[in-house]
């Protein structure tokens, strides 16, 4: 047995013991490339390690801790109010926002993972407070950035057209940007449609819509007043009555009541509040320097080029040094075990790609005889691949293979390229991909394990029938 194989058969395993031992498969990755590297490709630790990915590391762990913080002091609660203010309480519109915002991003440079590390926190913020369902969110946002990732002035669009004109094929610039905006627009509205946006056109706009905790009654006797809402930290505790009709209700509370800011000057307070009479939480100073921390990262990243982990981190370091609390609290909630997933895995397909694993498949593939085959083959490859891997190193690989066959002339260049290029990206929202990652890290207040899986098996869908449908639609008709 070839020692390809082996790796493959190896990673197989992998995934099954991670599926039904509920172990978490980073760790479970990092073994296998510790097996294989030294037992079956001959690689010492130094080559174990280079397909560890540092930068990406950094990156989830430098942008959960900043919005870890922004969840702490309650400023990702006035981005949510802001936002809802702006598309006018049709919260139905907010998936769309987020598709269109990232998109836009990487149709003018941003890097795809920086744009979905600036948008993913805030979009799955506001999911989680008004109810949307996560994956619908991080999919509009993955899906948005790759919409816009093939623009002519687009890093990807940039590269691809230069691996083109490198290669001497005949190319479209306009072509690839507009099929993979076509496409990733056709997946964003079956998403929608899918996973609750019906649901939400429904509940039609307003003022104020309810949050998720609204929506779920609090247990009798208990009270909670958010510090997101008003700034302040009260809880109270007693015996409590509530009438009410429609969007007024009226409660009664008899307790004691803990906290810090306003105090009633009694034990005994009664309030009435309507659903359209929400206070919108206050921009204290550590909401303010969090804000301006925000957008400093979003001008760093997109503006001068800087590495969105590390810069990231830093600004995190500085609203810690000034303000401790928040940071204490929100370090607890880095998704350490999401980091340990991804590293892991993508440990182990760098060794894969030390040892000429998947170079292996892509040779083998553009070797067969039948072009339309070896066309439909090679799109697999790339979306399989890229969803473990660099969609940049994927392409970078995979049109290069390509070459032989197209020259012959029987399959269009300009089709084929196209359906490489959306193959090997419109798989990111894969968990395993750095967008996908960075879209279940950012998720607040979810079952990881169960977001993970829904993120999982709606890659594995992607990837079985995109790559043929985009086959069918820009490679099949240029055969001949």
């Keep these: 047995m070839s020692p390809e194989l082996i790796s493959i058969l190896v990673l197989a395993v992998v995934f099954v013991i991670a599926t039904t031992r509920s172990v978490n498969m980073g760790a479970l990755a990092f073994a296998a490339a510790f097996a294989v590297g030294e037992l079956v490709a001959d690689l010492d630790a130094d080559g174990i390690f280079a397909g560890f990915p540092g930068d990406l590391f950094v990156v989830l762990v430098g942008v959960t801790y900043l919005f870890a913080i922004a969840r702490a002091n309650g400023t990702t609660d006035w981005l949510v109010h802001a936002s809802i203010r702006l598309v006018r309480g049709r919260v139905a519109l907010i998936p769309w926002v987020m598709f269109f915002l990232t998109g836009t991003l990487t149709a003018i440079g941003a890097v795809s993972p920086a744009a979905v590390a600036i948008v993913a926190p805030i979009a799955l913020s506001f ?57 990733n627009l056709l997946i964003a509205g079956v998403v929608f449609v899918l996973f609750g946006g019906l649901k939400l056109w429904a509940r039609g706009a307003g003022p104020h819509l309810p949050t998720t905790e609204e929506r779920t009654p609090s247990p009798a006797g208990t009270t909670t007043a958010s510090p997101e809402r008003d700034g302040t930290e009260a809880t109270a505790t007693g015996t409590g009555t509530g009438t009410g009709t429609g969007a007024t209700a009226t409660a009664t509370a008899t307790g004691s009541g803990s906290g810090t800011g306003p105090r009633p000057s009694s034990s005994t307070s009664t309030s009435t509040s309507t659903s359209t009479d929400v206070e919108t939480p206050r921009l204290t100073p550590a909401r303010s320097a969090t804000l301006g921390a925000l957008l400093a990262l979003v001008v760093a990243v997109l503006v001068l080029d800087l590495d969105a982990g590390l810069t990231a981190i830093t600004l995190a370091a500085a609203l810690s040094a000034v303000w401790p609390d928040d940071s204490r609290k929100a370090v607890n909630q880095i998704a350490w075990s999401t980091v340990l997933l991804i590293c892991g895995v993508l440990t182990y397909v760098g060794v894969l790609d030390e040892m000429g694993t998947i170079t292996w498949a892509g040779e083998g593939v553009s070797g067969i005889g039948v072009p339309l085959l070896a066309a439909v083959l090679l799109c697999y490859i790339g979306a399989v691949v890229s969803a473990f891997a660099s969609s940049v190193g994927i392409m970078g690989a995979l049109i290069p293979l390509a070459v032989p066959f197209l020259a012959q002339g029987e399959i269009g260049a300009v089709g084929m390229i196209a359906a490489l290029a959306i193959s090997a990206t419109v798989v990111d929202v894969s968990p395993f991909s750095t967008n996908g990652a960075l879209v279940l890290a950012a998720a607040p207040d979810v079952d990881r394990e169960r977001f993970f899986r829904q993120l999982m098996i709606y890659g ?16 099949v008709p240029g055969f001949g």
């Design 127 to 183: 999911a989680a407070r008004y109810g949307i369902s996560p994956l619908l969110m991080g999919a509009m946002v993955v899906h948005g950035a790759q919409g816009g990732g093939f623009s002519p002035i687009s890093i990807y669009g940039t590269i691809v057209n230069g691996i083109v004109e490198r290669e001497r094929l005949p190319g479209s610039e306009i072509t690839l940007f507009l099929a993979s905006l076509a496409a």
């Design 460 to 475: 594995a869908i992607v990837v079985a029938v995109v790559p043929a449908v985009v086959w069918l639609v820009l490679v």
